[in-house]
């Protein structure tokens, strides 16, 4: 009887690229948003509102694609340090590292001697692999993949950003602060549940948390905005 291959995808495959996407365009519409709203505010001025939008679309991507590569290589470096750490100890202690290998069989639940017999098994295929995945929890699925997350980042990061900018480059000038503060939410509100829906989570949790405090960050620049501004005279 032939047996059929396993095919089902799981959604933690998407975890990587998903992260910074979501992170990169909430950024973008939040942070974008708050400063076009926060410039309106304080000086109704189109030419200088949307000369801030340009400004924070650029900086912010530029600056989401740095950030995150620099933060998920130290991420990837700690994983190399760990995998050669861990090769080192395959090559100068095996049966050490197999008694280990085993003792986090058994203190999973399996029998003694079956889990010896599975962390032999697992290491003559591949004891990096093994040791990695159930000593170190590294799988290739969750693994730093900086560049990656870098240009996810700035991509959906600008992305992001180009939406407050557009409504502030076609909304009249009196207009600004509604139009943008709506439509961001509205924005924010479809990333909400896009994300949710990729990572198969709970939708309404994930739209309510990035339209509340999507609402907040624009509020309070606003307020800083209105308070700190000047009004032509």
């Given amino acids: 009887m032939r047996s059929k291959r396993h095919l089902e995808r799981h959604l933690v495959s998407r975890i990587g690229w998903l992260r910074a996407a979501v992170l990169g365009a909430n950024d973008g519409i939040v942070s974008t948003a708050s400063l076009i709203v926060g410039v309106a505010a304080a000086a109704p001025d189109r030419y200088a509102i949307l000369v801030a939008g340009v400004a924070a679309l650029l900086a912010g991507a530029l600056s989401m694609a740095a950030g995150e590569y620099v933060s998920v290589s130290s991420q990837a470096d700690t994983e190399r340090a760990d995998l050669d750490r861990e090769r080192t ?62 240009i996810t980042s700035a991509l959906t990061f600008a992305v992001g950003a180009a939406a ?70």
């Avoid at 639940?109 to 170190?136: C, P, S, W």
């Avoid at 961001?184 to 990572?199: K, P």
């Fill in 164 to 233: 407050p900018l557009l409504v502030a480059l076609l909304a009249p000038t009196a207009m600004v602060i509604p139009a943008v503060f709506i439509a961001s939410l509205l924005c924010l509100a479809l990333l909400g549940a896009l994300g949710a829906r990729t990572g198969g989570a709970g939708i309404g949790r994930a739209v309510m948390r990035v339209v509340f405090w999507g609402a907040v960050a624009m509020a309070v620049t606003a307020g800083v905005g209105a308070l700190f501004g000047t009004t032509p005279g």
């Fill in 89 to 150: 100890e395959l090559a100068e202690m095996p049966e050490m590292e197999l008694e280990e290998l085993s003792q986090i069989y058994i203190s999973r639940g399996v029998e003694e001697k079956l889990a010896r017999d599975v962390a032999a098994q697992m290491m003559a295929h591949d004891a990096l692999e093994a040791h990695a995945r159930d000593e170190l929890g590294i799988t290739s699925h969750l693994a730093a993949r900086p560049v990656q997350a870098g």
